[in-house]
C-alpha cells in the first residue's frame, strides 16, 4: 500500500478492544519512525515514552479526555520535550554526533555557537514551545508507520499536562508532555467515527498557488 493509501486508511480511533494487543515488533517500529525524524538542527529535543502497565494507565486516565481510549488502547506513546534548550543539553547532541561521524568534537561549534546565542537568549516557555513544535513531526510519522502496519491509534492533546508530568516524573527529567498516541485495535461496535466519511478540505482551498 502507498502512504497515500494508508493515509487514507487511517482515522482517530475514539474505541479500542482491550483484549487485542500490539506486537512488540509493531510497537518497535512505530518507535523507529518517530526516532527517526527530522528536527531542527538536529537536536531531538523530545522524548517517547511508552507506557504498557495498566495501573500506570489507569492514574492517566483520570486527566484525559477520553478515558476509555487510555485504558483499553495497547500501548500509549507520549511525547515529552525538553523544557528547556541548554548549553549541556546541545553539546551533549553535537559530541555524540562528531562521535558517530568520526569528526572531531567541536566541529560544529561555530554552529552551536550561534544555537546557544539565540537559545539561551530566550524565555523558557519560547524554547518549550520550540522543543514542542519539534515532536508534532514525529507524530505525524508514527502515525504513518501504524497505518502501514494496520495498527490503530489516535493522536491526542485531548489529557491533562499536569496529571501526566506527575505521574511520569517528567519534571524530574527536565521533560514536559505535548501529546500522547493512543495504539491498539479498534472496538469496532464501539469505534462511533469509523463509518463516516473522512473528511478534509479539497484541495483547491488547501491549496494557495503563485
Ligand atoms: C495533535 C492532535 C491532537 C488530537 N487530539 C485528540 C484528542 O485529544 N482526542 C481525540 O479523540 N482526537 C484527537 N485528535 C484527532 C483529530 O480530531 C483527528 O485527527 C481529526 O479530526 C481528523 O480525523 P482523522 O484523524 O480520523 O482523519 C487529535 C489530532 C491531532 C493531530
Not at 515488533?25 to 504498557?52: C, M, N, W, Y
Not at 479526555?65 to 546541545?90: G, K
Not at 491498539?184 to 503563485?210: C, H, L, Q, T
Request: hydrophobic share 40%.
Amino acid at each position: 500500500m502507498s502512504l497515500i493509501e494508508n493515509l487514507k486508511w487511517r482515522h482517530a480511533v475514539k474505541a479500542y478492544d482491550s483484549t487485542k494487543k500490539v506486537s512488540e515488533e509493531h510497537v518497535d517500529k512505530i518507535v523507529e519512525a518517530a526516532r527517526l525524524a527530522p528536527t531542527s538542527s538536529g537536536l531531538q529535543p523530545f522524548k517517547l515514552l511508552i507506557i504498557r502497565d495498566q495501573g500506570i494507565k489507569e492514574q492517566l486516565a483520570k486527566g484525559a479526555l477520553n478515558p476509555e481510549c487510555m485504558r483499553n488502547c495497547s500501548h500509549v506513546l507520549v511525547f515529552a520535550a525538553w523544557d528547556q534548550y541548554t548549553a549541556e543539553r546541545i553539546d551533549t547532541v553535537y559530541d555524540f554526533t562528531t562521535d558517530e561521524r568520526g569528526l572531531p568534537r567541536g566541529r560544529f561549534a561555530s554552529y552551536t555557537d550561534q544555537l546557544k546565542q539565540i537559545y539561551l537568549n530566550q524565555p523558557s516557555e519560547v524554547n518549550f514551545a520550540h522543543t514542542a513544535r519539534q515532536t508534532y513531526i514525529a507524530l505525524g510519522l508514527a502515525l504513518a508507520q501504524a497505518a502501514e502496519l494496520r495498527v490503530d491509534s489516535t493522536p491526542a492533546e485531548g489529557f491533562s499536562n499536569e496529571v501526566v508530568d506527575r505521574v511520569l516524573g517528567l519534571e524530574k527529567l527536565g521533560l514536559k508532555s505535548v501529546s500522547l498516541m493512543y495504539i491498539g485495535y479498534a472496538d469496532e461496535a464501539n469505534d462511533w467515527i469509523a463509518p463516516m466519511k473522512k473528511v478534509r478540505v479539497p484541495k483547491s482551498e488547501f491549496v494557495i498557488e503563485f
